[in-house]
């Protein structure tokens, strides 16, 4: 079974509207991670925002927000009032508990394209 | 995502030979992780490494590829006689003990020709 997936793998959005990049994962470890991360057409992975599985809120960074449902095993990426430099792939990941260390298994991606 | 560096950014290599990737993690980051992304996919995870140990190098593929992180100087990853399906981007990763917060390099684009 896929632990993360990412179901969109493409969207449109105009410029200045919200966007909401969907995420499900899956595992049965109490303590996990999840990140999001962003990779413009220059190849880099720019690191958005992170959610713990046992933080009571959703994350916020600026302009991004981390819809956090844990019973529905979904971490939503919301972008909002998109702006033309969010044109890139998009990269939903987990980290789960100590004993798989700390690495992170990633989803398939969603590209998202901003319109002006 | 500022001091996570690696080199170098491209790297051509002919079939057969070696290709060596550099990365020195974030200042006060003891942890490393390579992954390796191939065109239109998500990120793979290779190897886990803290200074001088091999935490975890479950994604390695068992020939040709080593890793090491040394008590001095910045982590390597070695392909040995490279072939056209090594061609692919390799990115460093760091983060601290927690790991909450994992910080990537830019990447290092290897085409083998």
């Known amino acids: 079974a896929q632990k993360i997936?990412?179901?969109?793998?493409?969207?449109?959005v105009q410029e200045k509207e919200a966007v909401t990049l969907d995420?499900?994962?899956?595992?049965?470890?109490?303590?996990?991670?999840?990140?999001?991360?962003?990779?413009?057409?220059?190849?880099?992975?720019?690191?958005?925002?992170?959610?713990?599985?046992?933080?009571q809120q959703n994350a916020t960074e600026g302009r991004y927000s981390l819809n956090f449902q844990k019973a529905r095993k979904s971490a939503n990426l919301v972008i909002s009032a998109s702006q033309l430099g969010?044109?890139?792939?998009?990269?939903?990941?987990?980290?789960?508990?100590?004993?798989?260390g700390n690495k992170l298994t990633f989803g398939g991606g969603t590209r998202v394209l901003v319109k002006p | 995502?500022?001091?996570?560096?690696?080199?170098?950014?491209?790297?051509?290599?002919?079939?057969?030979?070696?290709a060596r990737l550099r990365c020195s993690p974030m200042k006060g980051h003891s942890h490393v992780y390579w992954y390796r992304q191939l065109p239109e996919e998500g990120l793979k995870f290779m190897v886990y490494l803290q200074k001088e140990n091999i935490i975890d190098e479950s994604g390695m593929p068992k020939e040709r590829f080593s890793a090491?992180?040394?008590?001095?100087?910045?982590?390597i990853l070695r392909i040995q006689q490279v072939v056209r399906g090594d061609s692919a981007a390799y990115f460093c990763a760091s983060s601290d003990y927690s790991g909450n917060t994992i910080y990537f390099g830019e990447g290092s684009w290897l085409t083998v020709v």
């Not at chain 1, 990779?39 to 925002?49: A, W």
């Not at chain 1, 969010?86 to 798989?100: I, K, L, Q």
């Not at chain 2, 090491?68 to 982590?75: A, I, M, T």
């Open chain 1, 5 to 12: 997936t990412q179901t969109q793998p493409g969207m449109f």
């Open chain 1, 23 to 55: 995420c499900t994962y899956d595992t049965s470890d109490p303590s996990y991670g999840l990140f999001w991360y962003k990779q413009p057409s220059s190849g880099e992975m720019i690191f958005l925002i992170y959610q713990g599985s046992y933080d």
């Open chain 1, 86 to 100: 969010d044109s890139a792939m998009y990269f939903c990941a987990m980290r789960e508990g100590p004993a798989a």
């Open chain 2, 1 to 18: 995502n500022a001091g996570v560096m690696q080199n170098p950014r491209h790297l051509v290599r002919r079939r057969g030979q070696e």
């Open chain 2, 68 to 75: 090491e992180f040394p008590k001095e100087g910045p982590s």
